[in-house]
C-alpha cells in the first residue's frame, strides 16, 4: 500500500517562503518521477514542478524562477522550496508520484495560503 505524506504546508505574507516535503512509502516498483500539483478553488489541478528520478526536471509556467524542486532518491522524497509567494499561488498542493509500473499516487493534499 503506497502512502505519501506530506508536510510544510501554511500561511504565509506576500514575498514569502514555505518549503513542502513529501515522503513516500509502501511501493514495489521503482519510483519514476514525483513531483507537486495544486488546486485553487473553482479551477483545474495544474503541474507545479515535478523531477525524474535521473534528475530531469519541469515546471509550471507560475513556478519558473521561484519555486526550485529536488529530491532525495534515497529516502523516495521530493520538496518544493517556494520563494517569492503571491496571493495567487494560495491554493491545495498536492503530492504526486509516478511509479516505473505507471501507477501513480496522490498525496492528502496541503493548504497554502498567500495573504495579500
Known amino acids: 500500500q503506497v502512502q505519501l505524506v506530506e508536510t510544510g504546508g501554511g500561511l504565509v505574507q506576500t514575498g514569502g517562503s514555505l518549503r513542502l516535503s513529501c515522503t513516500a512509502s509502501?511501493?514495489?516498483?521503482?519510483?519514476?518521477?514525483m513531483g507537486w500539483f495544486r488546486q485553487a478553488p473553482g479551477k483545474e489541478r495544474e503541474l507545479v514542478a515535478l523531477?525524474?528520478?535521473?534528475?530531469?526536471?519541469a515546471y509550471g509556467d507560475s513556478a519558473k524562477g521561484r519555486f526550485t524542486v529536488s529530491r532525495d532518491n534515497a529516502k523516495n522524497q521530493v520538496f518544493l522550496q517556494m520563494n517569492a509567494l503571491r496571493p495567487e499561488d494560495t491554493a491545495v498542493y498536492y503530492c504526486?508520484?509516478?511509479?516505473?509500473?505507471?501507477?501513480?499516487?496522490w498525496g492528502q493534499g496541503t493548504q497554502v495560503t498567500v495573504s495579500a
Open positions: 509502501g511501493g514495489v516498483f521503482r519510483i519514476n518521477s
Open positions: 504526486n508520484v509516478q511509479y516505473t509500473d505507471f501507477s501513480q499516487y
Open positions: 523531477e525524474t528520478y535521473e534528475g530531469s526536471t
